[in-house]
């Protein structure tokens, strides 16, 4: 399988398995670790008698992970066929305003400067949004047009909460 | 004499007053915002009160819930903390009025500390040396300009009610001092309701250094030595260290000296600190007063040997202080590392969310004044400090290997946090030679950024957790092995040496 | 010079020696049974290899297996922390011939330490005090007979190479003599394989009181104070003080000045402990040395402030010392609780099992030294210790307060402690005055009882607390709601408020 | 429902409940408390302004458990019908030796002292076991017959395990 890591892209294999003892192969490399998993999202490596200390924090779909380690965090991406086609796709996008703008993290809405309809230029400023005493703006990359408000000022919503639907002059 | 005290505030702080009072045998009784429900110091008090919704300006800030509360539990004195209400002298005459004891200044202190152009008056009357500059309101451009050209260049122009950093600019020459002094006034008046501003001599290569004080309500102040507190963000501090690197015996005598005038020209009652600056000539001047308890007041405790807060609540209650300035040594260095949830590698954003693993350090030298506990969801609504961890050594060599050692083993997960900020700032070496001043985080700004990842063992490593979580869940979820029960799922479960670290 | 150290234990003595190491920039080198894979000695340290099966004597006490590992890793010195390996002069003497520095004195200091009658000629030769007896080997009943009446009854009958209580007989009359002495005897054949014993002056209202020495190999011993050690179950230390109540400042300095000198007679290198008797009337007397670091050392550093792993390792290292007697000062108070997994109430019986539930103290004064974590199995195989709570403080009173509150915060559920136990221990009036002496726990056996619970709110909160998760899971689990989404089911889980509180 | 806690039997009934707050008598008093359960066991009551922070351990039944609260263990039982039946039937055996002896805690078996077919008398040790370097015998307390031994010395056992049963002299 292919995992991508930061700019790294690693063929990883599985050769072998027993018990806690595994045999994996990256980038023709192979390893020969022992591994333990904990139900907080530590990871227990010993790999040729160094010991390693790691947390996960898995992403919602299954296929991200943030792994901290030693004074790293590695970024890393299990490119399954149906990951990979999702890729290409965003990859095309990647640059494009998406249509919808979402909040990123749990905050309260302080203000909303837009209503539907409202046609919006690059740079516009859409939300003011606050959390934990610190306030930033949201804006848009590119023109487009106010579909749909979905939160209003003194609103607190969730991270990945839509807050306004976009439609992009396409 | 006090048996029961409300404590007006949440997080680390409120914990760390009800554990004095829980050794002083005193009752402690929590107030809680609706999404403080969870936190630690309702867990931890006696008794508990909800006072309203999340924003502070309807529970924490309230001063009508407050004291209706502390009736309601029949409490002998109100904590305030620190931020919130702490500084708030209409806080203290309420209480007053309702024969409950304020931990803290009486209000006519608060007022007279926290209007900068009567603080510097008073200390000037007090011989306590100040910024070279005018305690005189400013009434034109023209007179600022004058002022400027006679304590000369440069210079800070700065509101009499701002405080963070806010509605204050620096002027190097004359002819930016007429625009300066309007953009000051214009947001002093947006955000303080108050449009005063004077004029200070810009301190050069400036130190924060400040004296912890104690005065009872006999008259008597002592100080308990400085803290070094010069690395700072946007004027928020970051880490902090007690005794500074950059004081000499003589000057911290003297410095000790001025912040006993200091306390005593006010008659100030409690635990107060006396902030000066400190500029690269070993001049010192007089900032400003806190009269509260700080958020780096642990430094002072490891290194002098006090409870700071035990102390409060004994002045509060009438005692006399029982230590005299001659017993006050400093002993060791202690150092302090703000532990926030906020992302230093997106422009410090804050980030709430749920801690998932959270280990703490421990062992010798270790002290961690913290209010979250794995499993914790941080609110937005507050402040990103999540706790402080203080380290003691006996040399400051040491306390900062020990500093290291902690950072290391303080694993923080399911949010981002600046442990790993801090740990970079310890190892500047302009940190570790103890040779900074405010300008430090500005001037190290690429030391402190991350350094790149270099491909090395430890990258497969994180390679390999990651991809047996990805198969253990992938074979979990596999279509056949619903109705298995043996095979590929308890195979994988194998992974899972024993009951405590099952996963799965 | 020292760059990498194998810590050749397990438990929060290991996580003890490797925090040291890291604050020195030195690597660690777990070594690990079958039993602690998931321990955390072996999730602390830079290297880890597994050296056997669970018995310690296949896996902590194997000197090949251990060696082996320290040759494959390269280390340059062994720290046998304390029990298993750490007073084996076998150990001491093979690390020495691999070119391994063994931390700890050299072999023959473990050899003449080892054996009590040994030990007592060389105290004797260097003027410490002993307890009045022989130091001859006894030969037959009627010699014994003959010594008892010189020294006069009561009298304690010892096996030389015993320890920990056994081997022992304590005997009031003659008559008794020849019975005890025969006993004694043969239990240490059995016990010990060597059934030499001696006889010695039983002490009245004893009170066991050490002083940690740290010699260096140029010659150089300082002491660092003492340590209170009376209260013991069964000759085992459970709650430790320092300074002692008892001590008075002339005999404190008198028998410090004796602990040097015994140190001193041995040629002692590294730290080590001298633990002498004091009777009621404040006589001391030599009882027997410990050549390694103790359980309790941690309530010395607290109140000397010096890490006493760095030391042993500078010392290893071939550093002089750099701490002379007149800077060593006792500050403050420190108490020590030892915390076991085990049933004070059903004979103290171990209790390994899985930690479900762990909350730790923290805040001003409180250090803890523990291996444990949330979800950690204790194995069976090993010590019911589980970790150490120390509190500091400037006086003895505020220490017990402090101990109070953090054994209030101590929270360890899914197996059964000690905690409630040493929380009733130092609630004792005499514990608390200060005056106790070795009979301590036999002597307050009554209020060390857990008292009869009272019909109260908290017994009413307990049924609810139970009777709310009772339904939660019965409503989860009623076959009606398998196929139904929202209702019932999701109206308990409404219990949880947040993400990382929810139950469920 | 009944409940026992200690000696003391309580009739206990659930009035009300609304998110997290509870209305419940017991024995004839009203309580009316905000609850909140974790994930780990820990119990957090506010019961008109008082704060308790409790620990549940849950036996494996689900009808049984430990609560510390404060500095008392109160051991708690649901008395369902089911339950109360099984108490009944228990309660007349309680003096009786069982037919199974079962390891008290994870131990290791030092010595057996018996084999099947052996006649026991009230007292006789049938085993040594050792758990954290503390040695205790299990013997029987009334006679009966060694019907099989299902453990070996120097095995290790899990807590509840059978480790030899009985043909009691019925």
């Known amino acids: 399988m292919e995992i991508q890591i930061g700019n790294r892209l690693a063929e990883v294999t599985l050769l072998s398995k027993e018990g806690n003892n595994v045999s994996i192969e990256i980038d023709g490399k192979i390893y020969h670790v022992d591994i333990c998993m904990f139900a907080n999202g530590q990871v227990s490596i010993l790999n040729n008698g160094l010991s390693y200390d790691a947390t996960l924090i898995k992403g919602d779909t299954g296929k991200h992970y943030r792994v901290a ?77 106010v579909a749909e408000v979905r939160c209003a000022e003194n609103d607190s919503v969730m991270a990945e909460q839509v807050l306004v639907s976009l439609n992009l002059n396409a | 004499m006090i048996r029961k005290i409300l404590i007006a505030n949440r997080g680390e702080i409120a914990i760390r007053v009800m554990r004095a009072c829980y050794e002083m045998g005193i009752r402690s009784v929590a107030v809680f915002s609706e999404a403080d429900r969870t936190s630690r110091h309702v867990l931890y008090a006696n008794e508990a009160e909800c006072i309203g919704p999340a924003p502070s300006s309807e529970s924490y800030l309230s001063i009508d819930k407050i004291l209706e509360v502390a009736k309601k539990h ?88 701002g405080g963070g950093g806010k509605g204050m600019r620096l002027v190097h020459r004359v002819e930016d001092v007429v625009e300066a002094y309007n953009a000051c006034k214009s947001e002093a008046m947006s955000g303080f309701g108050d449009d005063t501003v004077y004029i200070e001599k810009f301190v050069e290569g400036p130190h924060h250094i400040e004296f912890q004080i104690l005065g009872d309500k006999h008259g008597n102040v002592v100080h308990l030595g400085d803290r070094e507190c010069s690395v700072q963000r946007r004027h928020q501090k970051v880490v902090e260290e007690s ?134 969801e941080i609110p937005m609504y507050y402040d990103p400090m999540i706790g402080k961890l203080i380290v003691w050594a006996t040399r400051r060599q040491y306390a900062i290997e020990r500093m290291r050692r902690a950072l290391y083993e303080y694993k923080v997960a399911g949010l981002v946090t600046n442990i790993r900020y801090l740990r970079r700032i310890i190892d ?77």
């Not at chain 1, 399954?80 to 703008?101: L, T």
């Not at chain 2, 780096?296 to 300035?325: C, F, M, R, W």
């Open chain 1, 69 to 145: 380690l030693n004074y790293s965090n590695y970024e890393i991406d299990m490119l399954d066929s149906q990951a990979k086609y999702m890729r290409m796709r965003k990859k095309n996008d990647s640059e494009k305003q998406a249509d919808k703008i979402k909040a990123p993290m749990p905050c309260k809405i302080v203000k909303v400067y837009v209503e539907p309809g409202q046609q919006l230029q690059p740079g516009d400023i859409v939300l003011t949004i606050e959390a934990m005493k610190m306030q930033s703006n949201i804006s848009v990359s590119e023109a487009c047009t």
């Open chain 2, 243 to 376: 005794p500074s690197p950059f004081l000499d015996p003589e000057l911290r005598q003297k410095m000790g000296a001025a912040a006993v005038a200091a306390a005593k020209a006010v008659g100030y009652v409690g635990a107060g600190t006396i902030e000066f600056l400190v500029d690269k000539y070993k001049n010192f001047y007089f900032l400003e007063m806190n009269t509260r308890l700080q958020v780096e007041h642990p430094v002072t405790e490891e290194v002098v040997g006090l409870d700071l807060v035990k102390q409060q609540i004994l002045i509060a209650d009438g005692h006399e202080l029982t230590i005299k300035q001659e017993d006050v040594h400093q002993r060791g260095h202690a150092i302090e590392c703000r532990i926030c949830a906020e992302d230093t590698e997106n422009n410090f954003r804050p980030a709430p969310g749920v801690i998932s693993r959270l280990v703490e350090p421990h062992g010798p030298g270790i002290r961690i004044d913290s209010a979250v506990y794995e499993g914790y």
């Open chain 2, 428 to 504: 500047v070496p302009q940190f570790k030679e103890g040779n900074y001043d405010t300008s430090f985080i500005e001037v190290n700004q690429d030391r402190l950024r991350p350094r790149p990842g270099f491909k090395n063992d430890s990258e497969d490593m994180a390679i390999i957790a990651a991809y047996i979580d990805y198969l253990m869940n992938y074979e979990e979820n596999k279509p056949d092995n619903i109705n298995e029960n043996s095979s590929a799922l308890n195979r994988w479960r194998a992974f899972g040496l024993q009951k405590g670290v099952l996963r799965v």
């Open chain 2, 74 to 161: 029949k409490v002998d004195a109100i904590h305030p903390g620190y931020g919130f209400l702490s500084e708030n002298a209409e806080f203290a005459r309420r209480c007053e009025e309702e024969g409950i004891i304020f931990i803290g200044p009486n209000p006519q202190t608060m007022i007279d500390m926290g209007d900068k152009i009567q603080a510097r008056r008073h200390m000037i009357a007090a011989g306590v040396p100040v910024v070279p500059g005018t305690q005189d309101q400013l009434n034109s451009p023209e007179e600022a300009v004058g002022v400027c050209k006679a304590i000369g260049f440069p210079v800070m122009i700065k509101a009499s009610m």
